[in-house]
């Protein structure tokens, strides 16, 4: 089982990044999925989540900035990235939970990805 988070890298204040997290999961479908990002001396934040039924959450720091989203298909996730601030910059992990809906509790995500570092500079 594995997570492969991509798209990270170094934009300016206002820029936009796509992440994607690919899944070699085969109940991809049925799964939720989360986006945290981790800055150095903070705690993991949770970014978004999304359900198999694309019910979405968003962190309140994000909100109106970030877009999630899934294609089944390409087993998928990604993450739309928008008005990128200084405060954005981090390592975001994507993350999967054997549930078909949208998962605020960290605790409750099995599988992890190993990070995709974002840095948005002022």
């Known amino acids: 089982v594995q997570l492969q988070a991509s798209g990270g890298g170094l934009v300016r204040t206002g820029e936009s990044l796509r992440l994607s997290c690919t899944a070699s999961l085969s109940t991809f479908d049925n799964l939720g999925f989360g986006w945290y990002r981790q800055a150095p001396g903070r705690q993991r934040e949770l970014v978004a989540s999304?359900?198999?039924?694309?019910?979405?959450e968003y962190g309140d720091s994000v909100k109106g900035r970030f877009t999630i989203s899934r294609d089944n298909a390409k087993k998928t996730v990604y993450l739309q990235m928008s008005s990128l601030k200084p405060e954005d910059t981090a390592v975001y992990l994507c993350?999967?939970?054997?549930?078909?809906?949208?998962?605020?509790?960290?605790?409750?995500?099995?599988?992890w990805g190993q990070g995709t570092q974002v840095t948005v500079s002022s």
């Open positions: 993350a999967a939970a054997p549930v078909p809906h949208t998962v605020a509790a960290e605790s409750h995500y099995v599988y």
């Open positions: 999304i359900g198999s039924g694309n019910r979405v």
